[in-house]
Structure formats: C-alpha cells, structure tokens
C-alpha cells in the first residue's frame, strides 16, 4: 500500500501522509515517495496549488524512531534537504492542512508550508530534546517565525503546546475548531487561484531572498523583477483582465 495518497481537483494536488500505524513518521519509505511524488507535482503545469494533510489522528510524528534506532541503511532514502529544503524554491504555494498532531520534524514539516491551518487542539511540541537529541535541521525553519525568547522555552523545555498555541507563536497561520478546516483551508485555495502563477512564484521569491539582501541589493533586484513580470505574458493578461473587468485567464 502507497503511503503517500494524492487527490488532483481544478489545480488543487492535495497529498496526504496515509500511514497512521506509524503516527505518519518520516520512514525512509514514506519520506522517498513524498519527495517523488511533490517533484512530479512541482513539475506539472496542471498543478496550480499543493495541499499537504495527514490521514488519521496525526499530521506528523517526526523521525521514525525504530528505524533511526536500528542504525541500519534504509533500502529508499532520500537526503532530508530534499524534503524540508524544497518548498522555498519550489514555484507551486504549497498549503498545510494540518488535522492531527503534529511534533518533532513534524514541526518543521509544518513551518515549511507556504500557508498553514491546524485544528485547533492538536498537540504541537519540540520534543527533541527528551530522547536526547535536538530540534537541529527543523530549526532553520522554525527559528525565522519565532521571537527568540519563544522559541528557546519551546526548543529547550521540549514541552507540548496546542495549535493554538503554534500559531501564536507564528508556526502556522491559523488554528480552527476541526467542524471549520476544511472551509479555512479552501479560502487559501481560492485566493491563491486568483493569482497568477508567475506572479505567486515571483513572490515566493521574494519571500526568501528579500530578508537575506542589504537594502540596496533588494532594490536592485526587485526592480529588475519588476521589470520583467510587468513585460510577460502574464501581466499582460492580468492588467487587460482588469481594465476589462473580467477574470483573468489563469482562474478557471
């Protein structure tokens, strides 16, 4: 059985984590078809927005603590970079929609989202340190969305938290009632379709490399992107839709 189901619905891919015996650990296993399957999904024109959910009672449990224990070479593996490092360069806006529990490198599953809705009550928590070890690759996601003082209280006490208590801290977007996922969800959905494709890649862009450039380099750069976005076929569109008053011909 695949443990990676998907769903393809108008340019929606949603993907779902379907191995709930195993809390939907990161296995070797389940982490190599993940990846196969989000590069097929980056690299398919169809796929306009990619929804990531879980089937059972949890969104992610972390590493697979059996196999990581067992030291053996897995027969499918795939470097982790692979996984958490591709959603800032992929050009598709990728939504988490997270309806269970969620610990560990589920967090940073989580906090690599573009966008993220939890339920409200699903239990969160850096629970790294209380099987001695650390919160160390998902903190290069997690760190940039907390305020330092937060984040140590959450990394170094390994405490749990509620989703609610995740998107305060800036972890997630939202936290719902779970009657109210669904709908909170497809209102992403439907306001990323309403964007241009090139233009929501653009801005994912622009989303990682502004923070990182002095002000002079970020001027420099953003101007030059200007330039070109407001020359495509793309901006042709989409300014001519306006004028028009009609919809622009990305939106189905």
């Given at each position: 059985?695949?443990?990676i189901e998907?769903?393809m619905?108008?340019?929606v891919?949603t993907?779902?984590l379907?191995d709930?015996?195993?809390?939907n650990?990161?296995?070797?296993?389940l982490t190599f078809e993940?990846v196969?399957?989000l590069?097929?999904?980056?690299?398919?024109?169809?796929?306009?927005?990619?929804?990531?959910?879980n089937?059972?009672?949890v969104f992610?449990a972390g590493?697979?603590?059996?196999?990581?224990s067992?030291?053996t070479k897995?027969?499918?593996?795939?470097?982790?970079l692979?996984l958490?490092?591709?959603?800032?360069?992929?050009?598709?806006?990728?939504?988490?929609?997270?309806?269970?529990h969620c610990?560990?490198?589920?967090?940073g599953l989580?906090?690599a989202?573009?966008?993220?809705?939890?339920i409200?009550d699903?239990k969160f928590?850096?629970?790294?340190?209380?099987?001695?070890?650390?919160?160390?690759m998902?903190?290069?996601?997690?760190?940039?969305k907390?305020?330092?003082?937060?984040?140590?209280e959450a990394?170094?006490?390994?405490?749990?938290?509620?989703?609610?208590?995740?998107a305060?801290?800036?972890?997630?977007n939202?936290a719902?009632p779970a009657?109210?996922l669904?709908?909170?969800?497809q209102k992403?959905v439907?306001?990323l379709?309403?964007?241009?494709?090139?233009?929501?890649?653009?801005?994912?862009?622009?989303?990682?490399h502004v923070?990182e450039?002095d002000i002079d380099?970020?001027?420099?750069?953003t101007s030059?992107l200007?330039a070109?976005?407001f020359?495509?076929?793309?901006?042709?569109?989409?300014?001519?839709?306006f004028?028009?008053k009609r919809?622009?011909?990305?939106?189905?």
């Open positions: 059985m695949s443990l998907t769903e619905n108008t340019g891919l993907v779902t379907n709930p015996e195993n809390r650990t990161l296995s070797s296993e993940l196969e399957t590069d097929a999904a980056d690299n398919d024109p169809e796929v306009r927005v990619i929804v990531l959910t089937a059972g009672k992610c590493a697979d603590l059996s196999q990581r067992k030291g897995p027969s499918k593996s795939v470097n982790p692979d958490f490092g591709r959603f800032r360069k992929s050009p598709k806006p990728y939504i988490g929609k997270i309806s269970g610990v560990a490198g589920g967090m989580a906090a989202m573009d966008l993220s809705v939890a409200e699903a928590g850096f629970t790294e340190v209380r099987i001695g070890v650390a919160p160390a998902i903190s290069v996601l997690c760190l940039p907390m305020r330092p003082a937060e984040a140590a990394m170094l006490l390994g405490n749990r938290m509620t989703g609610a208590d995740a305060r801290l800036g972890l997630v939202q719902v009657e109210k669904d709908s909170a969800v992403y439907d306001d379709l309403a964007g241009g494709p090139n233009a929501l890649a653009a801005t994912k862009q622009l989303l990682v923070p450039m380099s970020a001027f420099e750069w030059k200007s070109d976005l020359q495509g076929d793309e901006a042709k569109e989409g300014m001519e839709a004028l028009n919809p622009p011909n990305w939106i189905k």
